[in-house]
């Protein structure tokens, strides 16, 4: 079983629509993220959601909203969608309760390829 | 603010010899975790090796070892006896001590090319 999932793995859309990445983990993670990595293979953090509540929210457009129904799940919607978007989105999560090195380990999904045409 | 720098966007190395990847972060914080993931062509995120920054002793994954130096503020990647497998983008990352506060800060990366 795929420990951080994320749907859907491609998408192409175009510009002005509103669209939604689902991320899901089955690690037991209370704390979730989404980092973007754009053209240039930068990656840069968005959101941290942990246990359903919101603790980063980097310089990021409102119209990217993130939704955390419950601590296994957060997911990234977008609205008005314009071609800076594309990107590759990851979610991630870690579980922050433990201490030491296996509880501040950030583990990543395999990433949803997002093209604005 | 933390910041990392990896000084090589590109290497090469040839099968089956040894190749190091720098890495360089700025922090004022003393305790600190940093890790190296790797991004092969299908994007994918792995955790390749780790280490907290009060450990003295240098993490080591098989072939894979660090080179702690954290008065210098220096991280880098030593890969052994290097595999056709591992080319791919590396990344050093900085995350501070601190359970949830504290989000992954990725260097820019360096594209590792290992050539048969």
């Known amino acids: 079983d795929t420990a951080v999932s994320q749907t859907p793995k491609y998408l192409v859309t175009q510009m002005g629509n509103d669209k939604s990445i689902k991320c899901e983990q089955n690690?037991?993670?209370?704390?979730m993220y989404w980092y973007k990595q754009d053209s240039k293979k930068f990656l840069k953090i968005m959101f941290s959601?942990?246990?359903?509540?919101?603790?980063i929210n980097e310089t990021v457009p409102n119209r990217f909203s993130p939704k955390s129904p419950d601590k296994a799940h957060l997911n990234l919607h977008i609205n008005s969608l314009e071609l800076g978007d594309s990107a590759v989105y990851f979610c991630?999560?870690?579980?922050?309760?433990?201490?030491?090195?296996?509880?501040?380990?950030?583990?990543f999904g395999e990433g949803s390829w997002l093209t604005v045409v | 603010a933390q910041t990392v720098t990896q000084s090589q966007p590109e290497m090469s190395v040839q099968e089956a010899e040894t190749v190091t990847l720098s890495c360089t972060y700025d922090?004022?914080?003393?305790?600190?975790?940093l890790f190296w993931y790797k991004q092969p062509p299908s994007r994918q995120m792995i955790l390749v090796i780790r280490?907290?920054?009060?450990?003295?002793q240098n993490a080591t994954e098989n072939r894979f070892s660090v080179n702690f130096q954290k008065a210098a503020k220096s991280f880098s990647l030593k890969i052994s006896d290097s595999q056709l497998g591992d080319t791919a983008m590396y990344f050093c990352?900085?995350?501070?001590?601190?359970?949830?506060?504290?989000?992954?800060?990725f260097g820019k990366g360096t594209k590792l090319s290992v050539k048969p």
């Open positions: 991630a999560s870690s579980r922050a309760d433990l201490p030491g090195l296996s509880g501040n380990t950030i583990y």
């Open positions: 959601y942990n246990n359903k509540e919101l603790i």
């Open positions: 690690l037991g993670h209370d704390t």
């Open positions: 990352a900085f995350r501070r001590y601190g359970g949830s506060q504290g989000n992954l800060i």
């Open positions: 922090t004022s914080e003393n305790n600190y975790y």
């Open positions: 280490q907290e920054a009060y450990k003295q």
